[in-house]
Nanobody, 111 residues
Framework: EVQLVESGGGLVQPGGSLRLSCAAS????????VNWLRQAPGKELEWVSG???????HYRDSVRERYTISRDNAKNTVYLQMNNLKPEDTAIYYC?????RGPGTQVTVSS
């Protein structure tokens, strides 16, 4: 059974930074595609970023210059470093791999 747990969310001012973490059991991140998704209030779930077994990464256009996805194989953990955060980044952020998705972590960007 795949189990994913996100952490690192919180309240941050515009222009600030946060680093989200996604820890897993039941799946080996180095052999899987791992995605970060987000859902803003009143909006649909959207894909944010993904990292592939090769280490290749992809981002949605709105975060490409601000977010960095990375992976620590020894810890079986994937990170999402988010810089220069904007109010429109406010959402619940989820990581997903295999058939699993975590419960999410809230990110709020507000002054």
């Amino acid at each position: 059974e795949v189990q994913l747990v996100e952490s690192g969310g919180g309240l941050v001012q515009p222009g600030g930074s946060l680093r989200l973490s996604c820890a897993a059991s039941g799946v080996t991140f180095s052999a899987s595609v791992v995605n970060w998704l987000r859902q803003a209030p009143g909006k649909e779930l959207e894909w944010v970023s993904g990292i592939y077994p090769s280490g290749g990464t992809h981002y949605r256009d709105s975060v490409r210059e601000r977010y960095t996805i990375s992976r620590d194989n020894a810890k079986n953990t994937v990170y999402l470093q988010m810089n220069n955060l904007k109010p429109e980044d406010t959402a619940i952020y989820y990581c997903a791999a295999g058939d699993g998705r975590g419960p999410g972590t809230q990110v709020t960007v507000s002054s």
